[in-house]
């Protein structure tokens, strides 16, 4: 009976894999909406089944996903890499901010074969066609600037070239936060799904819970006193130290704005000053995000939510 239960219900959820495989790559308008649905039946799979009956079912909709070409398996290996670690971790019960990390991890490094396989197989090189793309754009912009008779500086060309390859440094600190917002919106669809399908409910703690290991700090104080010093930017220490360092400075930027939340509870607040002051902090980026990233560094450094319970 389990069994049959088993297979009825992956051949449903495989079914609506599928479909939702095909929009994806089909479909140009419902393209994104279905890419962030595609987890959803893998995960829920994995949550009800566990690790054996799921690895059975992601071979299976691997293998079925041929039907979508080959860009449709290439995109279920990225999609299944993360919706399987996700589900796993939600079926053990352990923390969905664990399942969120883990599946974000997942995420990542399937996009990144999904990279890999597409060069592989097209032979097109994408940070070269950016890095060509970007020459050609610089090219036509000067054109168009001696056309009108302005000067720039070639300081200023020189500065854009740099801003530029630290762009392209930065590719993947890019993937790592685009797994996680992917993982959270994935994990969160399927909350809703299974939540609505079984009495065991499944939920993000409060976002004021959100708290740093100090060992972040440590990190992001060790990448930006090594960043003082000249390092090749050749090399392949430059890249490892830059982008574990922006990676630390966002994930305290994420702490400064769990304290607002933690804030507004503590002294009874209204719910929206915190999201207000996220999204004011989010528009003026270039300034109060730096602040936001300091006050997350003195609430990990010093505890300040300790600070303010002990005082309550």
Do not use: C
């Not at 299976?60 to 670690?85: D, E, N, Y």
């Not at 090219?139 to 168009?144: A, G, I, N």
């Not at 960043?227 to 305290?252: C, H, K, S």
Request: net charge positive; proline share 4%; aromatic share 14%.
């Amino acid at each position: 009976m389990n069994n049959a239960r088993k297979l009825t219900e992956g051949a449903m959820l495989g079914g609506i894999y599928l479909v939702l495989l095909l929009m994806a790559i089909f479909v140009p308008v419902l393209n994104l909406l279905a890419m962030l649905v595609m987890p959803v039946p893998i995960i829920l799979y994995w949550i009800r089944h566990g690790f054996k009956s799921g690895i059975y079912f992601s071979a299976a909709i691997l293998l079925l996903s041929f039907i979508g070409t080959v860009a449709g398996f290439l995109m279920t290996i990225a999609i299944a890499i993360g919706a399987a670690a996700t589900g796993y971790i939600l079926h053990q019960k352990h923390s969905t901010y664990e399942a969120l990390l883990k599946g974000a991890v997942g995420y990542a490094l399937g996009f990144t074969i999904f990279l890999a396989g597409s060069q592989f197989i097209s032979g097109i090189n994408i940070i070269e066609m950016i890095q060509d793309s970007y020459q050609d754009t610089i090219q036509t912009v000067k054109s168009e600037v001696d056309t009108v008779g302005v000067t720039v500086p070639e300081a200023q060309w020189e500065q854009m070239d740099a801003a530029f390859d630290y762009v392209l440094v930065l590719i993947p600190t890019m993937i790592a936060v685009s797994s996680l917002l992917f993982a959270f919106v994935s994990q969160w669809l399927a909350h809703q799904v299974h939540n609505r399908q079984s009495k065991q409910r499944i939920l993000y703690p409060p976002f004021r819970r959100f708290n740093l290991p100090v060992i972040v700090l440590f990190i992001y104080f060790i990448g930006s006193i090594a960043r003082w010093f000249e390092m090749d930017q050749n090399g392949w220490i430059y890249p490892i130290v830059t982008n574990v360092t922006e990676l630390a400075g966002i994930l305290l930027v994420l702490q400064g704005f769990s304290f607002f939340f933690h804030f507004a509870y503590h002294r009874k607040l209204p719910k929206v000053l915190p999201i207000l002051a996220v999204v004011i902090s989010i528009l003026f980026a270039p300034v109060l995000l730096y602040l936001v990233r300091i006050l997350g560094i003195i609430d990990v450094g010093f505890r300040l939510r300790e600070r303010m319970g002990s005082k309550k």
